[in-house]
């Protein structure tokens, strides 16, 4: 499961366009994974790691 | 060195003259510097997490006139401070609808950015250009792209489809 489904099992409510906005999810092609590099979501608090790891 | 009354020089030592006593107003119209500059492109196709901006993997260069450009970590870092016009393309391709991001990164942070959706699923290949102020020293430029879709994305590697260029347009 990648990080993206990982966040919309613990929020289904988000959209598409919220992770080319609000949120975003970053790949550096260095081997260390996609993470979380901006959450700025009005509403939602960013996912905990806790969080993420029972997704 | 001899400067002749009809603004020659003549026996300038190699490397020409010193930085320093080179102005742009001293230079003729149709005269271009030397800057770096460099034109690289992805060499093998990449597959991308959907819905995460993604380093592209630009690893194959076409010229690199002052070896600024690291094809390990896909990021271009100038020796010499100045405005650099900076553009880049990728086609990206995906079985389903999608959002496609174009984006120039400085810094590790996105500073240039082209969104594009695509009903039905397809590809697009755009270009993406910006003229950024560099120091010189530690600024960095990086490309990376965007794909919603959870079905067959790609970037698709090739010298004339999926590139990054720069080169220096004025020094600072």
Redesign the interface.
Known sequence: M???DKILTIYPQLQ??D??TVI???????GRG?YI?KWDHPTLPRPTEDQLNAA | MTLSGDGTITGLAAGGLPNATVVQADLATGVAGNGPAFSAYLGSNQSPTNATYTKVQINTESFDTASCFDTSLYRFTPNVAGYYQVQAACRISSTAPSTYVWAIYKNGSNIAELNVATTPASFDNRVIASLISMNGTTDYLEFYCYCSAASGQTFNAGAATTYFQAFLARAA
């Open positions: 990648t990080l993206y598409q366009q992770f080319y975003t999810l970053q790949n550096d092609s260095d996609d590099a």
